[in-house]
Structures are given as C-alpha cells and as structure tokens.
C-alpha cells in the first residue's frame, strides 16, 4: 500500500507541473529591435541567418511571437532560441533572415510589437 501512495502522489506532482508548464505564454509588449547574424545560442542551438529565431530576455526557449514591424506592418513569426539582447533599450533580437523578413537590415533597429500567434488572433491592435 505505501508504493500505492507513492505512485499517487507522484501522478498528482506529475499534474501539477504539467498545469504549470501547460500555462499560456503572453507576450504582447512593444519595443526596439535589432538583428545579427547568428551563432551558438543560450538554448544549446546553432542559429543561422536563415532561420526565423530570436533572443528574448525572458521567453521560454521555443515560444513563437509574432513580430510586426511598426514602420511598415511586415510580419514575421520566429522561435525563441537564444537570450538577450544585451543592448539598453532593446527588447527582442532577431535572426538576419527574420530582420530581411518584416524589412529591417538598412535601419539596423526599428520599433517592433511582438505577439504570441494566439494572441494576434485575439487582439486588437492596440497602441504601442
């Protein structure tokens, strides 16, 4: 009876951290971004310019966001994969690729509005 309990308890753990990690990620925020090229990243990866990936201070590693360039309305959905940036008033970095994507690479930075694709759906544009 004793490995019984065990078990239980371990199910009712085990669902407690699933509860906990299952929770919605939000990200809906507004701020500077920046690109560069690429390199071994915080997660373990190696992020080429080709690929659509970010840093984020903050994200879990594989969240995907929904990033509108405010200047022209290109979008671009890439995965967190790397932490940063590291740059004072910057919020998100993004791959080469992901920065050609939503037309950025001349300007360097531009102001960005990042989402998670759920939340895009969900949201009016609101004022950033």
Same mark, same amino acid.
């Given at each position: 009876?004793?490995?019984?309990?065990?078990?239980?308890?371990?199910?009712?753990?085990?669902?407690?951290?699933?509860?906990?990690?299952?929770?919605?990620?939000?990200?809906?925020?507004?701020?500077?971004?920046?690109?560069?090229?690429?390199?071994?990243?915080?997660?373990?990866?190696?992020?080429?310019?080709?690929?659509?990936?970010?840093?984020?201070?903050?994200?879990?590693?594989?969240?995907?966001?929904?990033? $509108?360039?405010?200047?022209?309305?290109?979008?671009? #959905?890439? =995965? !967190?994969?790397? @932490?940063? +940036?590291?740059? *004072?008033?910057?919020?998100?970095?993004?791959?080469?690729?992901?920065? $050609?994507?939503?037309?950025?690479?001349?300007?360097? #930075?531009? =102001? !960005?509005?990042? @989402?998670? +694709?759920?939340? *895009?759906?969900?949201?009016?544009?609101?004022?950033?």
């Amino acid at each position: 009876m004793g490995s019984l309990r065990f078990i239980v308890r371990s199910s009712a753990a085990a669902a407690v951290a699933f509860q906990l990690c299952a929770q919605p990620v939000e990200a809906n925020e507004c701020g500077q971004a920046a690109w560069y090229d690429g390199g071994k990243t915080a997660s373990g990866e190696f992020s080429g310019p080709t690929d659509l990936t970010a840093a984020h201070r903050s994200l879990p590693f594989g969240t995907n966001v929904l990033v $509108e360039n405010l200047a022209n309305g290109l979008q671009v #959905t890439v =995965r !967190v994969n790397d @932490r940063g +940036p590291f740059s *004072a008033g910057r919020m998100i970095d993004l791959s080469r690729s992901a920065a $050609e994507h939503i037309g950025m690479i001349s300007s360097g #930075t531009t =102001r !960005v509005r990042i @989402r998670t +694709p759920e939340e *895009a759906v969900s949201l009016a544009d609101g004022g950033c």
